[in-house]
């Protein structure tokens, strides 16, 4: 499995976009890249995922450049309610094995 | 109402107890798995089941023990070999949506507290 690298923590303010990057310099050609948002005391919840160029949803965009040895997940415009821990995922298809690192600690001040 | 339980929320045990808690999932997923969080941190794979009677261990198995005897659940026991079982633990479910792409699914947790 590919290793994550992410950012600690982060601050924004509301209504500022935010870029949050993973390095993931060992994936491999068949792996997915995915993203997860945790709130305290709840599971992670699923945001996106890409394999390669960008990849938009309802909240978030993905943005994954040719070598995909990183890649980008971009919210915008966050309010007070996108403060969570975000995580970096890198799996293979047929690989069940999903790890998770440390993620990055948003803060979304007023 | 498809999703995935864990039961109970709460959880309190003596030291020295075994303790199982419970995972179970109606979407029909091949894949479950079971986390660890201490405060602050990621989450910590414990194990993970890709089909019936099949687990492999995670990055954290020892102290911990699992069974898939059904695809709907997936229970975790906390041994007294465990010398820190304190924590959230988290069940989770995926499945593959076909060209690579797979999302998993997470309960909500159950907070196990040893004294």
């Known amino acids: 499995l590919a290793k994550t690298t992410q950012p600690i923590s982060m601050d924004s303010y509301e209504g500022q976009e935010v870029n949050i990057t993973c390095s993931h310099n060992?994936?491999?050609?068949?792996?997915?890249i995915t993203w997860y948002q945790q709130f305290p005391s709840q599971g992670p919840r699923f945001i996106i995922q890409g394999y390669k160029t960008k990849v938009t949803n309802e909240v978030a965009s993905l943005f994954i450049p040719a070598d995909r040895k990183s890649s980008t997940l971009s919210l915008p415009r966050v309010s007070l309610s996108d403060t969570a821990v975000y995580y970096c995922l890198v799996g293979e298809a047929n690989n069940n094995d999903m790890r998770f690192g440390a993620g990055t600690r948003l803060t979304v001040k007023p | 109402d498809g999703g995935i339980t864990q039961s109970p929320k709460y959880l309190f045990r003596k030291e020295g107890q075994n303790v199982t808690l419970s995972c179970e999932q109606n979407l029909n997923h091949d894949a479950m798995y079971w986390y660890r969080q201490d405060p602050g941190q990621g989450l910590r794979l414990i194990y993970y089941?890709?089909?019936?009677?099949?687990?492999q261990k995670g990055d954290i198995a020892e102290g911990y023990s699992v069974s898939r005897e059904k695809k709907e659940s997936f229970p975790l026991t906390v041994t007294s070999a465990q010398k820190n079982p304190t924590a959230f633990y988290l069940c989770?479910?995926?499945?593959?949506?076909?060209?690579?792409?797979?999302?998993?699914?997470f309960g909500q947790g159950t907070r196990l507290t040893v004294v």
């Open positions: 089941s890709q089909i019936v009677n099949d687990f």
């Open positions: 989770a479910s995926s499945i593959d949506e076909g060209q690579g792409a797979r999302e998993a699914f």
């Open positions: 060992n994936i491999a050609t068949n792996d997915y």
